[in-house]
């Protein structure tokens, strides 16, 4: 069994940086596609940010909205996956998701989500 617990989220400046982490609990890590989704209210969930398995190379993907701005990294020792974020739009508030799955075996795993907050 997996569980995601996301931190890092608050309110922040247009402009300003903010980092989430995500911590996985769990066996075979670096297996895992690791990506961020956000939800703004009223808006459906969308792919952020993901970096593939180890195996896989760790490849990055971004949202073109994101490109740029965020990086997404993997700590294996510390079984983290982090989101840098920077120069923060207003746009990019929403409830920040973790995300890990393994396509090939249809298994997907949500934390509960973090919620960030861009506003002057």
């Known amino acids: 069994q997996v569980q995601l617990v996301e931190s890092g989220g608050g309110l922040v400046q247009p402009g300003e940086s903010l980092t989430l982490s995500c911590a996985f609990s769990?066996?075979?890590?670096?297996?895992?596609?690791m990506g961020w989704y956000r939800q703004a209210p009223g808006k459906q969930r969308d792919l952020v940010a993901e970096?593939?398995?180890?195996?896989?190379?760790?490849?990055?993907n971004y949202a073109d909205s994101v490109k740029g701005r965020f990086t997404i990294s993997r700590d294996i020792a510390q079984k983290t996956v982090h989101l840098q974020m920077n120069s923060l739009k207003p746009e990019d508030t929403a409830v920040y998701y973790c995300?890990?799955?393994?396509?090939?075996?249809?298994?997907?795993?949500w934390g509960k989500g973090t919620l960030v907050t861009v506003s002057s």
């Open positions: 970096i593939t398995s180890v195996i896989s190379g760790s490849t990055t």
């Open positions: 769990g066996s075979l890590f670096t297996l895992y596609t």
């Open positions: 995300n890990a799955g393994r396509k090939a075996l249809s298994i997907n795993y």
